[in-house]
Structures are given as structure tokens and as C-alpha cells.
């Protein structure tokens, strides 16, 4: 299948490397809003365009990954390419997915295109943990941890702050917290109580801090439910301590079978957040094309796809070796 990125970020840089990892999959083309001729990537063959050539592209790319921001890019991108593409995006603001459901759904379904919305890993993987436990241990507790790692929406969103030339935000787990729900103890936990948001900002030259400061710690979806720290360095201490992109984090989920306890944890731990949520993107590109030429249209989501979509192998590989 023929795979168009738009956006050359880290999570489109993911993406990238996950399609070259999968055999059924090619990079036709990296789309971008900054100077093609500045942008060098790392698959020989594969052309670097405007976003304006998306107009009239159509024959020759399957699934559009879109590697935007959720605060400003993903809520106009997705839903106008899906009037034209097969697209896939990692949209990550949980408040706001019903919307960007709905947008996305209307577009696509008039195109008779299929768009697959937050995929990922929250939401996505951790989002079918949820529901899979919610489903087998009815009427438990589920609990979901992240960090400690940088999120890159979180950053994306400090970024668009006037005055921020640069920053990393870690979200950090209340270990206290965490180990209550692995003992079974079912606590009672407010957004508060389990994580706390670590912020390392460069600011512009004569930027008004304090204000910076607020807009972050008041920003609603964001950080105005957290203990959140924020702390102003200097670009050469960001390069040289923050530079990398880990994340992970875990699913808990509490339940019982009459007088039986049972605890289902899903973990994961990951050296590059980017990569691995790229690497999701280009499994969910693979459904998307499969469910289109199957007939299907409008917005999915994970819980949309049948697992045996994602994987290239055929039903007959899949129970003969991983059932």
C-alpha cells in the first residue's frame, strides 16, 4: 500500500521508519508546510512536497498519515484530508475525541473514505486494555498511569504559548498511588492524586515568565487539573539533559469473579514515545486500506478495528501461530 506522511516532526519521522520495517508498505511521499528543499529524509526513492500537492495525489497514495499536533493541527488536518484520503491521526486530547469523532466521520463518509483517529498508545493500546478488561471483569476499576516520560502533545502545547521558544513536559506517576492499585486496595483517585507534570521551558528573550507560567498552569485538558511544576532553562540545558523522548506507563484494571479478586496490568516502556506511536499509526494504516476496499467508510477508531487487520500476516498465519 502506498503511504503519504504529512508532517515531518518526530512522530512523522516515526512513522517513517515503522513503514520501512513493514514489507506491504511503501513511502510514496513526506507532505509538509515548511521549505521541501530544507527537509531531508531517510527513504531513497520518496519525494518531499509541499501540503499543497495533497490537492492532486489521490491515485497515488493509499492512507494519508497525519503527524500533527492535537491542540491546532489535527482538529482542521484530518477531517479536510479525509474529504480526499484513507487517513490515520494520533489525536490525544480525550475531552475532545466525541468532536473530532463526529468531524472526521462526516468527511469521510461523504468520501467514502475510512479515517482512523487517535491511535496510539494512549488512547489506542491502553484504550483496548481498558476495554477489554472493563468487558471480561464487568463492574471493576480501571487505572491508567503514565510517565514517568515526555508527552509530546503536552510539549506541542506549552510550544504555542507566545513567548515559549522551546520546551519538554514529563508526566510523572504518584508512586504511592500506583502501588495502592496493584495491591488491590481500589482507591478512590482524583486527577490529582496520580500524576504530577514537570515542565522544562525555554523562553524567548524578554518573555513576560510569570504570564508563561500561568497560561500553563491554568491551560484546561492540559495541566489546570495537575500539581504542575514549571521551570525556565536554557536551550543548551534542554539539548544535553531532555533531548530524548522516552515514555510508558500502565493500565491497571481491579475486578472480581464473585469472592475472587483478579488484577489485569498492561505495561508499556518505551525508549522513543514517537517511534513506537508511529509504529501504531502504520499498523492502523494498514486496517484503514484493508477496511475501504472492504467496502467500509467515516471514522473509526481502535476499538473499530479487528485485530487481524493490523497484521500483515493472513488469517491462516494468525491461527496457526499466535492463537
Known amino acids: 500500500m502506498k503511504i503519504g506522511i504529512l ?18 508498505q511503501e513511502l510514496v511521499a513526506v507532505f509538509t508546510r515548511r521549505d521541501p528543499a530544507g527537509i531531508s529524509i531517510n527513504t531513497p526513492g520518496a519525494k518531499v512536497l509541499s501540503t499543497d500537492a495533497l ?29 480526499m484520503y484513507n487517513v490515520i491521526d494520533s489525536f490525544d486530547t480525550h475531552a475532545n475525541i466525541p468532536t473530532h469523532f463526529a468531524n472526521v466521520d462526516e468527511a469521510a463518509k461523504a468520501a467514502n473514505k475510512v479515517g482512523v483517529i487517535s491511535c496510539g498508545w494512549d488512547p489506542g493500546m491502553f484504550s483496548l486494555s481498558r476495554l477489554y478488561a472493563h468487558s471480561i471483569l464487568p463492574g471493576g476499576n480501571d487505572y491508567t498511569f503514565w510517565g514517568r516520560g515526555v508527552s509530546q502533545g503536552h510539549s506541542d502545547a506549552i510550544r504555542r504559548i507566545d513567548g515559549v521558544a522551546d520546551a519538554r513536559q514529563f508526566t510523572v506517576p504518584v508512586e504511592a ?35 508563561i507560567e500561568n497560561e500553563i498552569k491554568t491551560m484546561p485538558n492540559y495541566f489546570a487539573d495537575y500539581d504542575t511544576t514549571v521551570t525556565f532553562i536554557s536551550q543548551e540545558e534542554l539539548n544535553e539533559k531532555y533531548s530524548g ?27 522513543s514515545n514517537p517511534e513506537f506511536t508511529g509504529s501504531v499509526l502504520a499498523a492502523c494504516a494498514r486496517a484503514a486500506y484493508r477496511m475501504n476496499s472492504e467496502g467500509m467508510s467515516g471514522a473509526k477508531t481502535m476499538f473499530d478495528i479487528a485485530p ?6 493472513s488469517g491462516e498465519e494468525l491461527r496457526a501461530h499466535m492463537l
Open 7 to 24: 508532517g515531518y516532526g518526530n512522530l512523522g519521522k516515526g512513522v517513517e521508519k515503522a513503514v520501512a520495517k513493514n514489507d506491504d
Open 55 to 83: 490537492e492532486n495525489m489521490q491515485d497515488e497514495i493509499d492512507v494519508l498519515i497525519i503527524c500533527g499536533g492535537s491542540a491546532t493541527d489535527l482538529p482542521e488536518m484530518t477531517p479536510k484530508y479525509a474529504a
Open 177 to 211: 498511588a500506583v502501588e495502592k492499585v496493584r495491591n488491590g486496595e481500589n482507591p478512590t483517585l482524583s486527577t490529582r492524586d496520580k500524576h504530577t507534570r514537570e515542565c522544562f521551558v525555554v523562553a524567548k528573550e524578554g518573555a513576560d515568565l510569570a504570564k
Open 245 to 271: 523522548l522516552p515514555h510508558g506507563g500502565s493500565v491497571i484494571y481491579s475486578g472480581n469473579t464473585g469472592d475472587n479478586k483478579h488484577v489485569i496490568e498492561y505495561s508499556l516502556k518505551l525508549d
Open 308 to 313: 487481524s487487520y493490523l497484521s500483515p500476516l
